[in-house]
């Protein structure tokens, strides 16, 4: 079996087609990682929800429902790991709240970035909505989340999800393409203590010019509104000027926390675009981009085309034109992420693919075009049981040596402003 893989043949039990062999190969890919993967199946990793106790009791609790044991992660708090065959969603835990599924590499590049209480964090491709449950965890009480997807419906999934473990109240989720998205964090507050009684707040604000615009603000998110609230809605860009119209034209704000910092704002001022130079200085503190690609390090994503058809994996996975319109893609999330990064603030770069195309090499050409960035060691991943990247300072977890999905991580610093073209 060994000397089969290293000469690059399919081991006998592999369970996939000639043709994403030899996209494998093609990549400098070993197809034993999958074969692993296939033999020994890898654990159903759960995190429990935040705030929740991690007590022995509590924790035999959620074994009593899930019918089996978990293993702590050592090396990541918060983690557990279940039998490969455990099915989390029909279980009165999952259902309550308790607890969600997170494969543990995508923990790791969510604590790569280092974020503590008080940071604007951004997350450039939400969805599905893991990785925004365990940032707000490490914001705590204060700080805000921004997540960004271009997908709706992928993003209201987001939304139900920080409902249902009641942890959306610092976020903000906008509908809207990651690599032109340029709103900042709002860094204070409005009081919001004096309102009328249909709820819009009478605030003097900044550059307003009549009760109007005083009184067109956000109130507290709600899912419904009501009809004179969706007619205002509709009002409210009149006499606004073109590039505001289009503005936010690009982007839906699909929900805010009561403390995201969006309530009480005017919603003119919450659509205005800054400059690189702004965004330098009033950026946000830790940036995440978990790009899209072609998901080639999941195995159990790999194994869903079993059922979606292997035609489907040549058009999504294997097609070239597909490659690299995805690598395009990457390098200008990347790009557009660290625009919105604070001097002295982090970025982490991840993707769940093990093609050197979609990892080494777009942190390469971001590199060789931005002077400004600097790539830097991950100093939590001491104990990580992953591998180097071909780049140094650059982390690759993989079912062989991890244990987990395929997943890159790299972790960049803006150590300079920008310059304005």
């Not at 790569?112 to 951004?122: K, Q, R, Y």
């Not at 072609?294 to 159990?300: A, L, N, P, R, Y």
């Not at 058009?315 to 990347?334: F, G, I, K, M, P």
Request: aromatic share 8%.
């Amino acid at each position: 079996m060994e000397a089969e893989a290293e000469a690059g043949a399919p081991p006998p039990n592999l369970p996939l087609p000639p043709a994403f062999i030899d996209f494998l190969k093609d990549n400098g890919i070993n197809p034993s990682i999958y074969a692993s993967a296939s033999a020994s199946s890898l654990p159903r990793y759960i995190r429990l929800k935040p705030g929740t106790t991690t007590s022995e009791t509590q924790i035999a609790e959620i074994e009593s429902e899930l019918g089996c044991e978990l293993e702590r992660v050592d090396w990541l708090p918060g983690f557990f790991a279940a039998p490969p065959h455990i099915h989390i969603a029909g279980s009165v835990s999952y259902k309550r709240g308790k607890i969600y599924g997170m494969d543990v590499a995508s923990g790791a590049a969510v604590m790569a970035l280092d974020v503590s209480p008080g940071d604007h964090v951004l997350d450039l491709c939400a969805a599905p909505g893991a990785k925004l449950c365990m940032l707000l965890d490490l914001l705590g009480s204060s700080g805000s989340l921004t997540g960004v997807d271009v997908a709706r419906h992928r993003l209201a999934a987001c939304r139900t999800m920080l409902l249902k473990y009641g942890l959306g109240d610092r976020c903000r989720l906008f509908v809207a393409d990651g690599t032109s998205f340029s709103l900042l964090p709002l860094r204070e507050e409005v009081d919001t203590k004096t309102s009328n009684k249909s709820g819009w707040f009478f605030l003097k604000l900044p550059g307003a010019t009549n009760i109007k615009e005083c009184m067109d603000v956000l109130k507290e998110w709600s899912p419904k509104r009501s009809w004179k609230e969706r007619k205002s809605a509709r009002r409210s860009t009149n006499g606004t000027g073109p590039e505001l119209v289009r503005a936010m034209a690009q982007m839906e704000l699909l929900y805010y926390g009561r403390h995201s910092g969006m309530v009480g704002h005017s919603k003119r001022d919450l659509f205005i675009t800054r400059g690189d130079s702004e965004a330098s200085v009033s950026g946000y503190d830790r940036v995440l981009v978990d790009a899209e690609c072609t998901h080639d390090g999941s195995f159990k994503h790999i194994q869903k085309f079993e059922h979606w058809g292997w035609d489907t994996l040549q058009r999504r996975v294997l097609y070239a034109e597909r490659s690299d319109s995805l690598t395009h893609l990457q390098l200008n999330l990347l790009t557009n992420g660290f625009r919105l990064l604070n001097v002295g603030g982090s970025l982490v770069y991840s993707t769940c693919s093990l093609t050197v195309a979609q990892n080494e090499d777009v942190v390469k050409q971001f590199l060789s075009r931005n002077p400004a960035a600097e790539l830097v060691e991950i100093e939590v991943a001491k104990n990580w049981p992953c591998r180097s990247g071909l780049i140094p300072k650059t982390l690759r977890f993989d079912p062989l040596t991890s244990q987990t999905s395929g997943l890159f991580i790299a972790k960049i610093t803006k150590i300079s402003q920008t310059l304005e073209v």
